[in-house]
């Protein structure tokens, strides 16, 4: 049957000359006790989520947290989990024993937290000025296992208390052999690499504690490496090449050359993989899969019999796992059925196979769960009033997670994926996988290329997944409309302000520009096509909304002076509806503007110059099959003029504003009074020939003041690449200096015409 751990008295350390004191108290049973009754709760594991166990021995366990000066070790006891920070500096423990060892100097002093036996105490420096430069590797049983140098040649020594004297006895090796890297393989026995250098050779060899001697020994390949040892009665078995592809068990018959490799197909490496017996049983795990950033089969606590080689994990990871001295295995680690703790890894008393037993739990879940959440808001969705942002996120019971929000424009089929940041990346926890973690996942309205995101029906998924591959993603869905306000220049239902871009076929595109200002050197911006056949037209112009639907619609003449006009649909696909006929004559004027409500109806309204000079005003009606009042004459002299420009409302005062640039590319500034004219014109400044065209777009930075974008083509443009660059001249709301200094926003292709 399962069996715990049994209950004793408490126990207080203290630090007394290097060593610990444990006071005097009945010695522990010598078998475990039963299981408690279901009405009876086993104190929760107190040592910190993240700790290994160092050792464990009857009536307790050496754990370990944290690294470098920021270790710290306790002793837990088993009977009721008290758990007692020790003193600051290294401890080592003997496996499968209740032995806690410190050191002072010289002095190394072995505790019996179990309060068994009195303390051990080995000084080594009275075994003269060789023995300085030994190193601790482990503890096997009261035996000190230390490496140094004799005679030039790697050696490994047995340092003990015999007859309260020190005794360093050196492992007998061949001659013209020495002793390499130790692993530690239960109580009574280590393991060495023996490493010939006359003849290349590498051997695994078995050192007997008692005698020093070589007991068995294991033939290697020279390039093999060992990871981890362990022995059963009738087998030696170790892991070779932990870290490559091929690595595998070797299980090898005690005292015979018979070896049989055993591959572990599994992603990763097994570097760190360690390996304990369980008597016919081995037990094998990658310990750290808890807080792992990785998928690797081998984090899985796997048991495997040596007679038959069935094989079955029992824990999903483990961060430790060492004798606990009663002929079992302690773990610290996690299922997904029964949550982080310390479990007890024995044979089951129906079956005889290995099975774990949660002793103590921490009280953390081992799989990936939501410990809060902030999903996409359901309905409509006004990004203007949100702030132009949608709040999502996770806050996750651990930080080793891949947490992410998908979203798709239902219309367009368009995604966007918002992913937040993984351990390594920013995401700040005690130690990865440690205790809670929030995970934003705010999406700040923009498709993957930078193209804000259009208008619509969106479906979103938001996931959580654990980023060891251990236990199911956590997973939610839903949907949401997204809305704007429509913006004067927009024509593709984003919110953004947008260029049309006529090629020498005729074929119009629309480009966001908010989209061309984030786009790196040579990367493609999106173009939302409008269609073919535009080449028929001589003036294409931008109106804003003149028909009352609140869309940016445009006005275009043919080449025989038919004036037709294109209602905008606020949709990305097919964004204006079929043109409708204004009428004809309209080849009087040389130039068009629009995009300024200049009598405070609430419409947009037209502007043209006829050939003589006259600036003409057409009111917006709000009406689609007749969108323009009688044209009404605001006054002559405009021929000095080469371009106008419609801007909108730019320094604030009762309507839409124009901006006109005469033959020596002075650039002036004519605010409207509200009435249909304007007031007395202010010079802005010159220069500004350099544009071939300049477009009144709205506000492009998102300041809430309105801009105005140049293209300038480049006279010496590079082989295949854009030729025309777009600068932004942002608004500053002051009409004596209405633009600050312009900036480059993007660039297109100078075989195109911009409206």
Same mark, same amino acid.
């Given at each position: 049957?399962?069996?715990?751990?049994?209950?004793?008295?408490?126990?207080?350390?203290?630090?007394?000359?290097?060593?610990?004191?444990?006071?005097?108290?009945?010695?522990?049973?010598?078998?475990?006790?039963?299981?408690?009754?279901?009405?009876?709760?086993?104190?929760?594991?107190?040592?910190?989520?993240?700790?290994?166990?160092?050792?464990?021995?009857?009536?307790?366990?050496?754990?370990?947290?944290?690294?470098?000066?920021?270790?710290?070790?306790?002793?837990? &006891?088993?009977?009721?989990?008290?758990?007692?920070?020790?003193?600051?500096?290294?401890?080592?423990?003997?496996?499968?024993?209740?032995?806690?060892?410190?050191?002072?100097?010289?002095?190394?002093?072995?505790?019996?937290?179990?309060?068994? #036996?009195?303390?051990?105490?080995?000084?080594?420096?009275?075994?003269?000025?060789?023995?300085?430069?030994?190193?601790?590797?482990?503890?096997?049983?009261?035996?000190?296992?230390?490496?140094?140098?004799?005679?030039?040649?790697?050696?490994?020594?047995?340092?003990?208390?015999?007859?309260?004297?020190?005794?360093?006895?050196?492992?007998?090796?061949?001659?013209?052999?020495?002793?390499? &890297?130790?692993?530690?393989?239960?109580?009574?026995?280590?393991?060495?690499?023996?490493?010939?250098?006359?003849?290349?050779?590498?051997?695994?060899?078995?050192?007997?504690?008692?005698?020093?001697?070589?007991?068995?020994?294991?033939?290697?390949?020279?390039? =093999?490496?060992?990871?981890?040892?362990?022995?059963?009665?009738?087998? #030696?078995?170790?892991?070779?090449?932990?870290?490559?592809?091929?690595?595998?068990?070797?299980?090898?018959?005690?005292?015979?050359?018979?070896?049989?490799?055993?591959?572990?197909?599994?992603?990763?490496?097994?570097?760190?993989?360690?390996?304990?017996?369980?008597?016919?049983?081995?037990?094998?795990?990658?310990?750290?899969?808890?807080?792992?950033?990785?998928?690797?089969? +081998?984090?899985?606590?796997?048991?495997?019999?040596?007679?038959?080689?069935?094989?079955?994990?029992?824990?999903?990871?483990?961060?430790?796992?060492?004798?606990?001295?009663?002929?079992?295995?302690?773990?610290?680690?996690?299922?997904?059925?029964?949550?982080?703790?310390?479990?007890?890894?024995?044979?089951?008393?129906?079956?005889?196979?290995?099975?774990?037993?949660?002793? @103590?739990?921490?009280?953390?879940?081992?799989?990936?769960?939501?410990?809060?959440?902030?999903?996409?808001?359901?309905?409509?969705?006004?990004?203007?009033?949100?702030?132009?942002? +949608?709040?999502?996120?996770?806050?996750?019971?651990?930080?080793?997670?891949?947490?992410?929000?998908?979203?798709?424009?239902?219309?367009?089929?368009?995604?966007?994926?918002?992913?937040?940041?993984?351990?390594?990346?920013?995401?700040?926890?005690?130690?990865?996988?440690?205790?809670?973690?929030?995970?934003?996942?705010?999406?700040?309205?923009?498709?993957?290329?930078? +193209?804000?995101?259009?208008?619509?029906?969106?479906?979103?998924?938001? @996931?959580?997944?654990?980023?060891?591959? *251990?236990?199911?993603?956590?997973?939610?869905?839903?949907? $949401?409309?997204?809305? @704007?306000?429509?913006?004067?220049?927009?024509?593709?239902?984003?919110?953004?302000?947008?260029?049309?871009?006529?090629?020498?076929?005729?074929?119009?595109?629309?480009?966001?520009?908010?989209?061309?200002?984030?786009?790196?050197?040579?990367?493609?911006?999106?173009?939302?096509?409008?269609?073919?056949?535009?080449?028929?037209?001589?003036?294409?112009?931008?109106?804003?909304?003149?028909?009352?639907?609140?869309?940016?619609?445009?006005?275009?003449?043919?080449?025989?002076?038919?004036?037709? $006009?294109?209602?905008?649909?606020?949709?990305?696909? =097919?964004?204006?509806?079929?043109?409708? &006929?204004?009428?004809?004559?309209?080849?009087?004027?040389?130039?068009?503007?629009?995009?300024?409500?200049?009598?405070?109806?609430? &419409?947009?309204?037209?502007? =043209?110059?006829?050939?003589?000079?006259?600036?003409?005003?057409?009111?917006?009606?709000?009406? #689609?099959?007749?969108?323009?009042?009688?044209?009404?004459?605001?006054?002559?002299?405009?021929?000095?003029?080469?371009?106008?420009? =419609?801007?909108?409302?730019?320094?604030?005062?009762?309507?839409?504003?124009?901006?006109?640039?005469?033959?020596?590319?002075?650039?002036?500034?004519?605010?409207?009074?509200?009435?249909?004219? $304007?007031?007395?014109?202010? /010079? *802005?400044?010159?220069?500004?020939?350099?544009?071939?065209?300049?477009?009144?777009?709205?506000?492009?930075?998102?300041?809430?003041?309105?801009?105005?974008?140049?293209?300038?083509?480049?006279?010496?443009?590079?082989?295949?690449?854009?030729?025309?660059? +777009?600068?932004?001249?942002?608004?500053?709301?002051?009409? #004596?200096?209405? $633009?600050?200094? /312009?900036?480059?926003?993007?660039?297109?292709?100078?075989?195109?015409?911009?409206?």
């Amino acid at each position: 049957m399962n069996r715990t751990l049994a209950t004793t008295v408490a126990l207080v350390l203290a630090a007394t000359g290097g060593g610990l004191t444990a006071p005097a108290f009945a010695a522990p049973p010598q078998s475990p006790a039963p299981v408690p009754a279901e009405a009876e709760v086993a104190p929760p594991l107190t040592v910190p989520v993240g700790s290994e166990i160092v050792s464990a021995g009857r009536s307790g366990m050496l754990t370990r947290t944290g690294t470098g000066s920021r270790t710290v070790h306790r002793w837990t &006891r088993h009977a009721d989990g008290v758990t007692t920070t020790l003193p600051a500096g290294t401890f080592w423990g003997s496996p499968g024993t209740d032995l806690v060892v410190s050191r002072a100097g010289t002095v190394y002093t072995l505790t019996d937290m179990g309060g068994a #036996a009195k303390p051990v105490v080995i000084d080594t420096s009275a075994l003269g000025a060789q023995a300085a430069g030994y190193t601790l590797r482990q503890v096997v049983g009261t035996t000190l296992v230390m490496s140094g140098r004799v005679d030039g040649v790697d050696r490994h020594h047995l340092v003990s208390l015999e007859a309260g004297e020190v005794v360093s006895r050196t492992v007998a090796l061949p001659e013209g052999w020495d002793s390499w &890297r130790d692993y530690a393989t239960g109580p009574g026995t280590f393991a060495v690499i023996l490493r010939s250098p006359a003849t290349a050779s590498r051997r695994l060899g078995v050192v007997d504690v008692t005698t020093g001697e070589v007991v068995e020994s294991y033939a290697l390949a020279y390039s =093999a490496y060992v990871e981890s040892v362990t022995l059963t009665p009738a087998h #030696a078995i170790w892991l070779e090449n932990a870290s490559s592809p091929d690595k595998r068990l070797v299980v090898a018959p005690r005292g015979t050359n018979q070896a049989q490799p055993v591959p572990l197909d599994s992603p990763g490496t097994a570097t760190g993989a360690v390996l304990r017996t369980l008597g016919d049983w081995t037990a094998y795990t990658q310990p750290g899969g808890g807080a792992a950033l990785s998928r690797n089969d +081998l984090h899985a606590l796997t048991v495997r019999s040596v007679k038959t080689g069935v094989t079955f994990p029992l824990l999903d990871h483990a961060t430790s796992l060492v004798p606990d001295g009663d002929g079992g295995l302690l773990a610290v680690g996690g299922t997904l059925a029964q949550g982080e703790g310390l479990y007890r890894i024995a044979p089951d008393a129906a079956t005889g196979r290995p099975a774990a037993t949660l002793v @103590r739990s921490s009280g953390q879940p081992t799989a990936l769960t939501a410990v809060a959440q902030t999903l996409p808001p359901a309905g409509t969705v006004d990004f203007d009033r949100a702030g132009g942002k +949608l709040p999502a996120g996770w806050t996750l019971s651990r930080s080793n997670a891949k947490a992410s929000l998908v979203l798709k424009h239902t219309a367009s089929g368009r995604t966007v994926k918002v992913t937040a940041k993984t351990p390594g990346e920013g995401v700040t926890a005690k130690t990865p996988g440690e205790g809670v973690t929030a995970f934003p996942l705010d999406w700040n309205g923009l498709y993957d290329d930078g +193209l804000p995101a259009h208008n619509g029906a969106y479906t979103w998924t938001m @996931r959580a997944e654990p980023a060891n591959g *251990i236990g199911p993603a956590v997973e939610r869905q839903g949907a $949401f409309t997204l809305t @704007r306000a429509p913006r004067p220049h927009d024509f593709d239902a984003n919110g953004s302000p947008d260029v049309l871009s006529r090629s020498g076929s005729g074929h119009l595109g629309v480009y966001d520009l908010r989209q061309l200002r984030s786009l790196k050197p040579f990367q493609q911006p999106y173009e939302a096509e409008v269609g073919g056949g535009w080449n028929i037209y001589d003036r294409i112009t931008p109106t804003g909304d003149i028909a009352g639907t609140r869309d940016a619609d445009l006005v275009a003449r043919d080449r025989s002076g038919v004036l037709w $006009f294109y209602a905008g649909k606020g949709t990305h696909k =097919a964004p204006f509806a079929p043109r409708t &006929r204004i009428g004809g004559g309209w080849q009087v004027y040389d130039k068009l503007t629009g995009g300024s409500d200049l009598n405070g109806d609430g &419409r947009d309204d037209l502007l =043209a110059t006829d050939r003589s000079g006259v600036l003409w005003l057409y009111r917006g009606t709000g009406s #689609a099959t007749a969108p323009f009042k009688p044209r009404v004459k605001i006054g002559g002299g405009w021929q000095v003029y080469n371009q106008i420009t =419609a801007t909108g409302n730019l320094a604030g005062a009762a309507a839409g504003d124009l901006v006109a640039r005469d033959r020596d590319g002075v650039l002036w500034l004519y605010l409207g009074k509200g009435d249909g004219t $304007f007031a007395a014109r202010t /010079r *802005i400044g010159g220069g500004w020939q350099r544009y071939e065209q300049i477009l009144g777009v709205g506000d492009v930075d998102g300041d809430g003041r309105n801009d105005l974008v140049g293209e300038e083509v480049d006279g010496n443009p590079a082989p295949d690449a854009p030729q025309t660059a +777009l600068l932004l001249h942002r608004g500053t709301g002051q009409w #004596a200096a209405p $633009f600050a200094t /312009r900036q480059p926003t993007g660039s297109l292709w100078s075989d195109h015409q911009l409206y």
